[in-house]
């Protein structure tokens, strides 16, 4: 299977692990190489990024401006993410997702 292993993701947490730990958060199982863990940890950082921008809008509470923006940019990034776990992951986690209802967006 082209060095791929069975890894454990919480997205909460952004947490990738190669041993479950139930407790600490809903968990996706996916099986990925490096190349896609790499590519999971892109995308945490991505989402990251368009949550510091969105939390410059806290400060300004009755200004609107550019809010839409931001709230849009930072759902694109969490489809990506749950696209890509969507994409990696197991019959279980599939469902996961698919109840979810993310995706269909």
């Known amino acids: 299977m082209d060095g791929k292993k069975h890894y454990f993701v919480t997205v909460n947490t952004q947490d990738i ?4 730990i139930p407790e600490g958060g809903i968990e996706y199982e996916i099986i990925a190489n490096g190349n ?11 989402q990251n990024r368009e949550t510091f921008g969105a939390l410059g809008f806290l400060g300004r509470p009755f200004d609107e401006w550019g809010v839409d923006d931001k709230r849009t940019a930072f759902d694109m990034e969490l489809i990506k ?4 776990i969507f994409d990696l992951g197991t019959e279980k986690t599939r469902s ?7 995706l269909d967006k």
């Open 17 to 20: 692990r190669e041993m479950s």
């Open 36 to 46: 896609e863990i790499e590519e999971i940890e892109k995308l945490f950082r991505a």
């Open 81 to 84: 993410l749950y696209r890509r």
């Open 96 to 102: 996961q997702i698919r109840e979810m209802g993310i």
